[in-house]
């Protein structure tokens, strides 16, 4: 079995994982798994396995993984929308379209993005799937590919085409933490978790990794999810639970505001307990599938570069649910109550305005806004709360800030971190 190669950093999974998995209200039918049976192979469904390597991209640390299906699994996929979207995006969406119920594997390098790379780049990414197809024995329109790290340079092929000869062999042996790892760029930590669903026939495993933690700020950040289930479920079905639970998971982050030419978020199906449309099983698989979504989603707004808080936004009272996500977003987004956010300073000021120009139609005079349960402003911009009780909140790891706009049936939540020092540091000099 391959072994992580930074043991602070598995510790520092565990240890964020597992705080913000107690946190995390799931659904009766989900079981979490302990992030530390991950580092064993049999944390992967029945039929679902991966591989790791190191391709050269990156110095010194793992930067290649596979992950394998034994039979051709139902995909869903969602995508940026970003309009210079990489080269693997653009080929893993014609692989999908050729074979969107025989996908057997998917294959992501991190270091390179193969991004702003023209036919060359097309050419690589069709490659790495040939190879990856080769080393597995399968068809290259049954891989999905993917790229993560600097935007404008070529892949190395004939470093990635020996990594990938390498997997064959281990294809089978390696954990899913591991995978986790090989697919980090600035992560403090990899990403890993799973849970087992009990249905009314039995019970399914449902469990991924995802990696993020810059360029955050999705639109279907750099962020990829890549989740498999062994639970059989139709491919039209699947897309469907996929793009919903991803408009209410990443769809709703911030780190940066800044959308990745990369994004990508991948579910395979495989052979087991068969789920139908429309039926109760269906429903509780979606509210699983949904709640580990949101707790990756959370995880990668953790982990954002240089950011100490975690901050959900709730915005309630607009007319429509899209005003709320209107708010909510661009409060998220807002440089300035991020700062603030970082500073501990209850700025309410900032929050009020990122509101106001966020397009969305409501009457300031009635808004209000709570840090968990700490009123801080109330309607008619009355405000005349005690700054020490506003810091204690302020200084927590996670929080929550609450705005109210009115009466209406509209709300949303968006998830955000703050905005630190550090974060300028990391992309000062991310390219060399």
Known sequence: MM??????????????????????????????????????????????????????????????????????????????????CAAPVSVSKENLRQSPSAIQAIVCNSGNANAATGQQGMNDAREMAGMTAEALGIQPEAVLVSSTGVIGVNLPMKQIGKAIESLSAVVLEDSCASAAEAIMTTDTFPKFFGINVSLSGGTVRLCGIAKGSGMICPDMATMLAFLVTDARIEQKHLQEMLSEANRKSFNTI??????????????????????????????????????????????????????????????????????????????????????????????????????????????????????????????????????????????????????SVGNGPGKAIARTCDLSKEYIEINADYRT
């Open 3 to 84: 072994k992580l190669t930074d043991y602070s950093k598995l510790h520092n999974a565990f240890s964020a994982m597992e705080k913000l998995a107690g946190q995390t209200v799931w659904p009766e039918s989900a079981s979490p798994l302990s992030p530390r049976e991950a580092v064993r192979r049999s944390f992967w469904p029945t039929g679902f396995s991966s591989g790791v390597a190191h391709a050269g991209i990156k110095t010194g640390r793992l930067d290649l993984t596979v992950i394998k299906s034994d039979h051709p699994a139902a995909a869903a996929c969602v995508f940026t929308r970003n309009l210079c």
């Open 254 to 403: 911030s780190v940066d505001g800044d959308t990745s030419t990369n994004d990508m978020v991948a579910l395979l199906s495989g052979e087991g307990y068969p789920i139908m449309p429309g039926s109760h099983d269906a429903d509780v698989f979606y509210r699983a599938l949904e709640s580990l979504m949101i707790f990756f989603a959370r995880l990668i707004v953790k982990d954002g570069e240089g950011a100490t808080k975690l901050v959900d936004i709730h915005v309630e009272g607009t007319a429509t649910d899209s005003d709320a996500e209107k708010i909510a977003r661009t409060v998220a987004n807002s440089n300035l109550v991020k700062t603030a956010i970082h500073g501990e300073d209850a700025n309410w000021g900032r929050i009020i305005a990122a509101a106001g120009r966020s397009g969305a139609v409501f009457n300031p005079e009635n808004a209000s806004i709570r840090f968990n349960d700490l009123t801080i402003l109330e309607p008619g911009y009355r405000s005349g709360f005690s700054e020490e009780a506003a810091k204690e909140v302020l200084s927590l790891g996670s929080y929550s800030i609450t705005l």
